[in-house]
């Protein structure tokens, strides 16, 4: 329940309004892109409105990395675009826009179960014809001078994965120097330097090995390098998870209790879906894990000490094999509806 109207950012945002990131559109396209394989734990499709996300995050922004300074957000696209060792890229209109508001999420696991078995992929759909001119934005922002940046070739496609530098160095939190443009945009303005508050380990961000590539008019944001290869080799003998018996049944049991326009629908095989939380409870190992679930936990109860893993709050050795659990997780899905006041969300289960 999110009744509106939405109040005004304060200066020097007064045209912004930040609860307008969370604009979730309704439609009736809820397609899955064929390359979607059917060896997945869940997947989503939510329609956002990316670039109006961007147009009203300035505030947020500036509240989560400026320490109480205003202005930073812009200061970082200004950078982007105009700092002569930057990507000179406008990240807004050589990007974002050219997305529509079609996103995809899908997760999947290993086989063997360990701290580092979740996969994660994320499709973001691109307007029709954009394809080379999102390529190419990739190119200028994602730079190959960048020292954690490694641009590889799959099968004729550019694959940009963040990696470590080299040679890192451990500091504290980082010093981001950006320019200072005054409304001439002359160029001898000074600088200053704004220090972001971020975690510098890299396990604290939230894709530290993501890699990105453009794939049948969908900008792809994979979790690993590995997982988005694997993605693209089945591809080539398409065995669409939309094609599968319990995803059809899924759907038509959306369908049956209402399921019609919307911004959200989610599919998920519960017993798949739930078997690395489990498993890593039992083994006591779900404060090291880097599964999404984990990350959010470790950031609500996680110590405050930088470097020191959090205590487990669930003893695991007694629970049992998880072949019995399993037996009781039939497939479920969501989904939901943009209203006047909010939000209305539906999630059900599946008898298996």
Partial sequence: ????????????????????????????????????????????????????????????FDKLFGENETGIWEDVLESLEKDEDGPQINLRNELIALLEPHVTA??????????????????????????????????????????????RQFEGLDIWESVEPKS?????????????????????????????????????????????????????????????????????????????????????????????????RSFSRTDEEFRPTYELIRMGKMPEAETMFARMLNAAMGPAKRGKVRKQQIEGKEMPDFQVVRRALGPGGTFGKTEKDGWFVVGFVLEK
């Fill in 1 to 60: 329940h999110a009744p509106g109207p939405y109040a005004k950012a304060p200066e020097p945002y007064k045209d912004i309004t930040p609860m307008d990131m969370l604009t979730f559109p309704n439609s009736r396209d809820f397609g899955l892109p064929a390359f979607v394989p059917n060896n997945v734990a869940a997947c989503a499709v939510i329609h956002w409105d990316i670039l109006k996300a961007f147009d009203n995050c300035a505030p947020t």
């Fill in 106 to 151: 899908v997760t999947s696991y290993q086989p063997e179960i360990t701290a580092t078995s979740e996969r994660l992929l994320f499709l973001v759909r691109i307007k029709p014809g954009n394809e080379e001119k999102v390529i190419a934005g990739l190119r200028k922002w994602l730079r190959e001078d960048d020292p954690t940046i490694r641009r």
């Fill in 168 to 264: 890192p160095k451990a500091s504290a939190a980082p010093t981001i120097t950006l320019p200072v443009y005054t409304p001439d945009k002359t160029a001898d303005t000074p600088r200053k330097e704004h220090r972001l508050r971020r975690g510098d380990d890299e396990e604290q961000a939230l894709l530290p090995h993501r890699s990105v590539a453009v794939f049948q008019g969908h900008l792809l944001i994979a979790s690993h390098y590995d997982y988005l290869t694997e993605v693209l080799t089945q591809a080539k003998t398409p065995d669409p998870v939309s094609e599968s018996m319990d995803f059809r049944l899924v759907g038509a049991r959306m369908e049956a209790i209402g399921a019609d326009e919307g911004c959200l």
